[in-house]
């Protein structure tokens, strides 16, 4: 599966920007999805994750209340919509597939991502 990000832009602490991950293929619902974030300087990052039928979804406690991640298997696509965002926020963000698993695997394997799109990059002003 490949995968392009988009979405990324540079807003206002407080502010809100939902990206995009659109896969190729016709077997976008055989992956769960999931969106990482790296920051200049700092190792890559959990952000999100959102099984294949979208029954279920996973945050890092960073993010967790202020973003949400949805998915649409009619348009192969995977979104991040981030509210209330902080300069701590800014990064470069990428989303990833994996071969969708069992409910505890799916929670269980956070870092266990097989496929990355490129980044698209976040910036938020304080």
């Known amino acids: 599966v490949q995968l392009q990000a988009s979405g990324g832009g540079l807003v206002q602490a407080g502010g809100s920007l939902r990206l995009s991950c659109a896969a190729s293929g016709r077997t976008f619902s055989s992956y769960d999805m999931g969106w990482f974030r790296q920051a200049p300087g700092k190792e890559r990052e959990f952000v999100a994750q959102?099984?294949?039928?979208?029954?279920?979804?996973d945050y890092a406690d960073s993010v967790k209340g202020r973003f949400t991640i949805s998915r649409d298997n009619a348009k192969n696509t995977v979104y991040l919509q981030m509210n209330s965002l902080k300069p701590e926020d800014s990064a470069d963000y990428y989303c990833?597939?994996?071969?969708?698993?069992?409910?505890?695997?799916?929670?269980?394997?956070?870092?266990?991502?097989?496929?990355w799109g490129q980044g698209t990059l976040v910036t938020v002003s304080s």
């Open positions: 990833a597939a994996k071969k969708r698993k069992i409910l505890s695997s799916f929670l269980a394997g956070r870092q266990d991502f097989d496929y």
């Open positions: 959102i099984r294949w039928s979208g029954s279920s979804t």
